[in-house]
């Protein structure tokens, strides 16, 4: 069982700054590759960010390349999100996922693809 708790949300202005973190506990046996996806009210859940295992594979939602960056941190067992130039269009309900995987190297961007939720943290931008 693999336990994700998010932290990091707030309230911020157009154009700040915002990193979101997520701390892995428990034990898969295996690889874990994780994402963030973001939900708004009346919309589905939409992937943000994802990220292999290894690094060295990741993906990012058209609206944020550029602006998002993921990582991950074994040592630590924490996901990152570092979130520049935010817009109001970036405000929701921001959650960390995960899935076990054989493969090291390999990403997942599908919701239902993801085992293992965490509760979710909330991100507003007010202009």
């Known amino acids: 069982q693999v336990l994700l708790a998010e932290s990091g949300g707030g309230l911020v202005q157009a154009g700040d700054s915002l990193t979101l973190s997520c701390a892995t506990s428990?034990?898969?046996?295996?690889?874990?590759?994780m994402a963030w996806f973001r939900q708004t009210p009346g919309k589905e859940r939409e992937l943000v960010a994802t990220?292999?295992?290894?690094?060295?594979?990741?993906f990012y939602a058209d609206d944020v390349k550029g602006r998002f960056t993921i990582s991950n941190d074994h040592a630590k067992n924490t996901l990152s999100l570092q979130m520049n130039g935010l817009k109001p269009e970036d405000t929701g309900v921001y959650y960390c996922a995960a899935v076990s995987t054989p493969y090291s190297h390999i990403y997942y961007y599908l919701v239902e693809e993801f085992e293992y939720w965490g509760q979710g943290t909330q991100v507003t931008v007010s202009s």
């Open positions: 428990g034990r898969s046996g295996s690889y874990l590759a």
């Open positions: 990220i292999s295992w290894s690094g060295d594979g990741s």
